[in-house]
Protein backbone atom coordinates (compact mmCIF):
# COMPACT_ATOMS: atom_id res chain seq x y z
CA UNK A 1 0.00 0.00 0.00
CA UNK A 2 0.83 3.41 -0.77
CA UNK A 3 -0.04 6.64 0.64
CA UNK A 4 0.38 10.24 -1.56
CA UNK A 5 -0.21 13.37 -0.02
CA UNK A 6 -0.09 16.71 -2.03
CA UNK A 7 0.82 20.32 -0.79
CA UNK A 8 2.11 23.27 -2.40
CA UNK A 9 -1.61 24.57 -3.70
CA UNK A 10 -2.92 28.79 -3.87
CA UNK A 11 -4.51 30.91 -4.91
CA UNK A 12 -2.14 33.12 -7.47
CA UNK A 13 -2.19 35.15 -10.38
CA UNK A 14 -1.61 34.67 -14.00
CA UNK A 15 2.14 34.25 -14.18
CA UNK A 16 2.90 33.66 -11.51
CA UNK A 17 4.84 30.15 -10.21
CA UNK A 18 4.12 27.10 -7.82
CA UNK A 19 5.53 24.28 -6.85
CA UNK A 20 3.56 21.24 -5.66
CA UNK A 21 5.13 18.34 -4.00
CA UNK A 22 3.53 14.89 -3.43
CA UNK A 23 5.09 13.12 0.17
CA UNK A 24 4.90 9.25 -0.63
CA UNK A 25 5.01 6.63 2.53
CA UNK A 26 4.25 2.95 2.59
CA UNK A 27 6.11 0.93 0.12
CA UNK A 28 9.45 2.66 -1.72
CA UNK A 29 8.16 5.02 -3.69
CA UNK A 30 11.55 5.10 -5.89
CA UNK A 31 10.29 1.56 -7.87
CA UNK A 32 7.25 3.47 -9.49
CA UNK A 33 6.14 6.01 -11.87
CA UNK A 34 4.89 9.21 -10.64
CA UNK A 35 2.80 11.58 -12.68
CA UNK A 36 0.69 14.74 -12.12
CA UNK A 37 -3.01 15.04 -13.36
CA UNK A 38 -5.82 17.48 -12.79
CA UNK A 39 -9.37 17.75 -12.76
CA UNK A 40 -11.12 21.30 -13.67
CA UNK A 41 -14.81 21.71 -12.58
CA UNK A 42 -17.06 20.18 -15.08
CA UNK A 43 -13.87 18.48 -16.94
CA UNK A 44 -12.60 14.84 -16.79
CA UNK A 45 -9.32 14.59 -15.27
CA UNK A 46 -6.39 14.66 -17.51
CA UNK A 47 -2.91 14.02 -17.55
CA UNK A 48 -0.41 16.86 -17.04
CA UNK A 49 3.19 15.57 -16.25
CA UNK A 50 4.85 12.12 -15.73
CA UNK A 51 8.24 10.43 -14.50
CA UNK A 52 9.20 7.06 -15.38
CA UNK A 53 10.97 4.67 -12.23
CA UNK A 54 14.18 4.10 -14.08
CA UNK A 55 17.14 5.58 -12.47
CA UNK A 56 17.33 7.89 -15.71
CA UNK A 57 13.58 9.00 -15.02
CA UNK A 58 12.53 9.65 -18.11
CA UNK A 59 10.07 12.77 -18.29
CA UNK A 60 6.48 13.40 -20.07
CA UNK A 61 3.96 16.58 -20.36
CA UNK A 62 1.21 17.12 -21.80
CA UNK A 63 0.99 20.04 -24.68
CA UNK A 64 -0.66 22.47 -22.94
CA UNK A 65 2.31 22.82 -20.04
CA UNK A 66 5.35 21.74 -22.02
CA UNK A 67 8.00 24.82 -21.62
CA UNK A 68 6.10 25.80 -18.35
CA UNK A 69 5.58 22.88 -16.36
CA UNK A 70 8.71 20.75 -14.79
CA UNK A 71 8.28 17.17 -13.20
CA UNK A 72 11.13 16.19 -10.73
CA UNK A 73 11.45 13.82 -7.84
CA UNK A 74 13.98 13.36 -4.47
CA UNK A 75 14.35 9.58 -4.05
CA UNK A 76 15.97 9.81 -1.35
CA UNK A 77 12.63 12.25 0.69
CA UNK A 78 10.61 9.97 -1.14
CA UNK A 79 8.90 12.85 -3.20
CA UNK A 80 7.89 14.10 -6.30
CA UNK A 81 7.54 17.75 -7.38
CA UNK A 82 6.00 19.88 -9.97
CA UNK A 83 7.00 23.41 -10.78
CA UNK A 84 4.82 25.47 -12.43
CA UNK A 85 5.47 28.50 -13.77
CA UNK A 86 3.86 31.14 -16.42
CA UNK A 87 0.57 30.11 -14.57
CA UNK A 88 -2.62 30.75 -16.40
CA UNK A 89 -6.57 30.78 -15.63
CA UNK A 90 -6.64 27.58 -17.79
CA UNK A 91 -4.32 26.16 -15.52
CA UNK A 92 -7.12 26.59 -12.18
CA UNK A 93 -8.12 22.98 -11.43
CA UNK A 94 -7.55 20.20 -8.79
CA UNK A 95 -4.17 18.19 -8.91
CA UNK A 96 -3.44 15.04 -7.96
CA UNK A 97 -0.68 13.33 -7.65
CA UNK A 98 -0.55 9.51 -8.74
CA UNK A 99 1.39 6.89 -8.80
CA UNK A 100 1.94 3.21 -11.02
CA UNK A 101 3.53 0.22 -10.50
CA UNK A 102 4.69 0.04 -13.56
CA UNK A 103 8.53 1.19 -15.29
CA UNK A 104 6.13 3.40 -17.87
CA UNK A 105 4.03 6.51 -18.08
CA UNK A 106 0.75 6.44 -19.14
CA UNK A 107 -2.33 9.05 -19.77
CA UNK A 108 -4.96 6.33 -19.06
CA UNK A 109 -6.22 6.81 -15.29
CA UNK A 110 -7.52 3.29 -14.63
CA UNK A 111 -3.55 2.16 -14.93
CA UNK A 112 -2.46 4.46 -12.42
CA UNK A 113 -2.33 2.06 -8.54
CA UNK A 114 -2.39 5.55 -6.32
CA UNK A 115 -4.04 8.67 -5.82
CA UNK A 116 -3.85 11.48 -3.29
CA UNK A 117 -6.56 13.74 -2.54
CA UNK A 118 -5.52 16.54 -4.30
CA UNK A 119 -4.32 20.07 -3.84
CA UNK A 120 -6.24 23.34 -5.55
CA UNK A 121 -4.30 25.13 -7.65
CA UNK A 122 -6.54 28.63 -8.17
CA UNK A 123 -5.26 31.02 -10.79
CA UNK A 124 -6.54 34.64 -11.51
CA UNK A 125 -6.66 37.39 -13.96
Known amino acids: QVQLVESGGGLVHTGDSLRLSCAAS????????MGWFRQAPGKEREFVAG?????????YYADSVKGRFTISRDSAKMTVYLQMNSLKVEDTALYYC?????????????????WGQGTQVTVSS
Open 51 to 59: IGNTEMGIT
Open 98 to 114: AARNNVGVTRILSLWDY
Open 26 to 33: GRTISSYA
